[in-house]
């Protein structure tokens, strides 16, 4: 990774009188912790990194702007933002585009072709996390670990994260400016790493499910971690009427976390965020690429690959021989 | 208060001794620790981190039932708090923590939920010798091995447990196990102090508090608020796995005719926390929303109960899916003053 590059880019793009700004990744404030970086200047794309632990999916800041009433006389800032995206990314940006979430001209996508990154939580249980901020980089077909003046050096399938294992897209699949070369992509397992599950008989799937929704505490972080979830007036926060009740047991939390992979069905990226915030340690992943798996191979569909494509649960074949239903 | 040695060889029999009792402690689910019922013939251990989810919820539970009634009746059902708990293994900070927020439900009305659960609840806590990464007790009125809001601690000597009983209800606790102790002659009280010393100096991360309560205000249009809250995502983890967040919201919840009322954990952080039915929000965005988290924990609470609302857990900054760091927030306060 060429981070000379990246900042020359950064600072053209943030230089631009129709950029507002350019999201992107940053050194955290210790260990192995990433912060998304928010530049408006040039000086400022000095902070930027792209690193084997740039997992964020940033894609989700798209739609998280909470717009304040413009004062009169005024004019709204339609500016646009540019966007530094891996693959999976630059899926939900795709995405989002087909689902006219946001169009196409409010982002100028800054595509980073990704050899997939690390699972920080593994890393930091075989290389216990210090205060200081370490470094990651990629290191011909491993991860070279940077910290103390201490070069360690990590066999990739050791700490990769279980979402670039299954990635079947590890290059941006849209974006305007690209950052180096595309990667070539690896074999992945066909099952989306979900046949395990889908081996267990009906029963032991329910009290799988049932230990694992039991300890969510409803903290809405993988919704809101979400590049997806974005709807304005979301069914969780509706009081009249109450939809999923606010109350945190089994089956609330069932109700809830079954309406958000339902609606995610041929929407989910697999991006992986979800999983990864979770305080609950809840394998969202496993339900949200099942249903991506269904989604693929009985109705051959895949989203955010073409921004000119049909979004999924929107779309309907009068020759749909319907013949099961989802 | 007495303060006794055990062998940990007796480690079982003294977990026998507790086990008629209804009593909760840290247990191992993936990579997180959280709190569980001790079932009979378990035998929990001492030697973790501390859990993911603090144990405030044997004082104030995420849902509190506070009356249950019938659509269309008249009948009011209250509830009955009276199980008594027994929670080993809290960590000092988490206790302290318990302190901190009972002043508020005592505050003006006495909150009975809340009250009734303390009452029958005695802690057990766990001096922390490996502190966290994370970890700044020290700098907000706590350290590892802070007695406040405990009625026992415990430190791990090696071979043996060193033990003091705090108030009334561990004496009485450390009394129904007396024969598996012996009275510590100073030896104990000895190397427990060295622990506590070595401890305290593997804490790294520090925020000076001076200054800082009485500065909040002079910040309210600082710049540093849309900084540190740009990559906020408004999710409920700051502060649902805060020990010291307090708020709640009051629901009615309905199933057929059945019917309850019951408060739960609120989030300052969600969007919907201080919106007005008229769709006005004086906390309109995630620049507001932080500046009240930061705010509520060292201005309004200092200022109205005289004590920080943070007990330096670091749970916060551990588990902030975009990094959004209170020590850091509070380093740029300093800086902005
Ligand atoms: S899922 Fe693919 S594109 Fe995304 S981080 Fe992993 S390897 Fe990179
Ligand atoms: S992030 Fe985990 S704990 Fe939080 S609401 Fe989602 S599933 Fe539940
Ligand atoms: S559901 Fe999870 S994996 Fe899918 S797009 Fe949303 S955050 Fe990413
Ligand atoms: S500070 Fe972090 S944990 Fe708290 S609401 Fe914002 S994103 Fe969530
Ligand atoms: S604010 Fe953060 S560090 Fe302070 S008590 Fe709450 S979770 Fe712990």
């Known amino acids: 990774m060429d981070i000379e590059q990246l900042r020359k880019i950064a600072s053209e793009v943030v230089a631009r009188d129709d950029v507002k700004c350019l999201i992107g990744w940053k050194k955290g404030s210790y260990g192995y912790r990433i912060a998304p970086a928010f530049v408006e200047d040039t000086e400022e794309t000095a902070d930027l990194i792209f690193s084997p632990l740039c997992t964020a999916n940033l894609a989700t800041y798209l739609t998280l702007v909470e717009k304040l009433p413009v004062p009169r006389g005024q004019e709204p800032d339609t500016r646009k933002v540019a966007l530094m995206v891996k693959g999976c990314d630059s899926r939900a940006v795709t995405q989002l585009i087909v689902e006219k979430g946001i169009s196409r001209e409010d982002v100028v996508v800054i595509g980073c072709p990704c050899p997939g990154v690390v699972d920080a939580k593994l890393l930091a249980e075989k290389y216990p996390e210090t205060e200081e901020a370490a470094e990651v980089k990629w290191n011909g077909d491993g991860f070279l670990l940077i910290r103390g003046g201490e070069e360690i050096k990590i066999a990739r399938d050791e700490v990769l994260a279980e979402k670039c294992r299954l990635c079947r897209y590890p290059n941006p699949v849209i974006s305007d400016l690209m950052l180096g070369e595309p990667v070539k992509p690896w074999d992945v397992p066909e099952d989306s790493g979900v046949v395990e599950i889908e081996e267990k008989s009906i029963q032991e799937r329910w009290s799988y499910w049932l230990e694992e929704f039991d300890k969510c505490i409803r903290c809405y972080s993988c919704r809101n971690v979400c590049p997806l979830c974005y709807c304005q007036d979301c069914i969780l926060d509706r009081l009249n009427p109450t939809w999923i009740n606010r109350a945190v047991n089994f089956s609330e939390n069932t109700a809830y976390n079954i309406s958000r992979a339902f609606h995610l069905a041929g929407r989910c990226i697999e991006c992986g965020e979800c999983e990864r915030v979770c305080p609950a340690n809840i394998p969202l992943g496993k339900l949200n690429r099942k249903l991506a798996r269904e989604v693929r191979e009985k109705y051959g569909f895949e989203p955010g690959i073409d921004p000119e494509g049909e979004p999924f649960q929107a779309s309907y074949k009068p020759d749909d021989p319907e013949d099961f239903i989802l | ?337």
């Not at chain 2, 401890?199 to 900084?227: C, F, H, Q, S, Y």
């Open chain 2, 1 to 337: 208060m007495s303060a006794m040695l055990l062998n940990k060889e007796k480690w079982p029999e003294f977990i026998g001794k507790l086990a008629g009792k209804n009593l909760w402690a840290p247990q191992a689910e993936g990579d997180a620790m959280h709190f569980a019922q001790v079932k009979e013939g378990e035998t929990p251990g001492l030697d973790f981190g501390n859990t993911r989810v603090p144990p405030k919820k044997f004082i104030f539970p995420q849902t509190e039932t506070m009356y249950r009634f019938q659509l269309g009746g008249t009948n009011i059902e209250e509830p009955v708090i009276d199980d008594e708990v027994v929670v080993l293994g809290i960590r000092p900070c988490d206790a302290r923590a318990n302190k901190i927020i009972e002043k508020l439900f005592k505050w003006d009305v006495d909150d009975p939920y809340f009250l009734a659960r303390q009452e029958k609840v005695t802690l057990i806590g766990l001096t922390c010798t490996e502190p966290g990464l994370n970890c700044f007790c020290p700098s907000v009125g706590g350290g590892p091995a802070s007695t406040d809001g405990l009625d026992i601690l415990i430190t791990d000597l090696g071979e043996n447990y060193y033990l003091e009983a705090l108030t009334n209800k561990g004496e009485k606790l450390l009394g129904e196990a007396g024969d598996l102790m012996v009275e510590d002659k100073g030896d104990g009280a000895k190397a427990k102090e060295k622990l506590v010393a070595a401890a305290e100096k593997k804490i790294n991360r520090t925020v000076d508090t001076k200054g800082i309560p009485e500065g909040l205000p002079g910040l309210w249009e600082d710049p540093l608020w849309k900084r540190v809250s740009a990559s906020c995502l408004g999710c409920g983890t700051c502060t649902y796995l805060c020990p010291t967040c307090h708020c709640f919201d009051i629901q009615d919840e309905i199933e057929g005719f059945d019917a309850r009322r019951c408060r739960m954990w609120d989030s300052c952080m969600f969007e919907e926390y201080t919106l007005h039915t008229s769709g006005h929000n004086p906390r309109p965005t995630r620049r507001e929303r932080t500046r009240n988290r930061i705010n509520h924990k060292y201005n309004y609470y200092v200022d109205k109960f005289d004590v920080i609302a943070c007990v330096g857990c670091g749970r916060c900054i551990n588990l902030c899916p975009v990094n959004i760091d209170i020590v850091e927030i509070l380093r740029q306060v300093k800086e902005a003053l």
